[in-house]
């Protein structure tokens, strides 16, 4: 069965870098398009980053290009999301996902993380 396992979230202070990783199981990472998603409390949740399943294309939010880096580990069958130069609008909860349309324009992932929270505080 499917099963994405997210770890990695903690208390960051500002400017402070932060990786996330997710373990997928049940299948392989490349046969979906995988990214990340994120929550804070009073909004709704907003695409971070996405790797596309049909021609490997990255994407980012405006809020975080040039600070977040996505990737995929293929041996270990686990997405990363690597965060630099964090901000305290940053903190919320992350999950990654799989199986969506990364342009499309309602984000509907089959697949979903149990979440692992980021805050960025002094």
């Known amino acids: 069965q499917v099963q994405l396992v997210e770890s990695g979230g903690g208390l960051v202070q500002p400017g402070g870098s932060l990786r996330l990783s997710c373990a997928a199981s049940g299948f392989t990472l490349e046969e979906y398009t995988v990214g990340w998603f994120r929550q804070a409390p009073g909004k709704e949740r907003e695409g971070v980053s996405a790797i596309s399943s049909t021609d490997g294309g990255i994407y980012y939010s405006n809020d975080v290009k040039y600070r977040f880096s996505i990737s995929r580990d293929s041996a270990k069958n686990t997405v990363y999301l690597q965060m630099n130069n964090l901000k305290p609008e940053d903190t919320a909860t992350y999950f990654c996902?799989?199986?969506?349309?990364?342009?499309?324009?309602?984000?509907?992932?089959?697949?979903w993380g149990q979440g692992t929270q980021v805050t960025v505080s002094s």
């Open positions: 996902a799989a199986d969506f349309d990364p342009e499309g324009r309602k984000l509907s992932p089959k697949y």
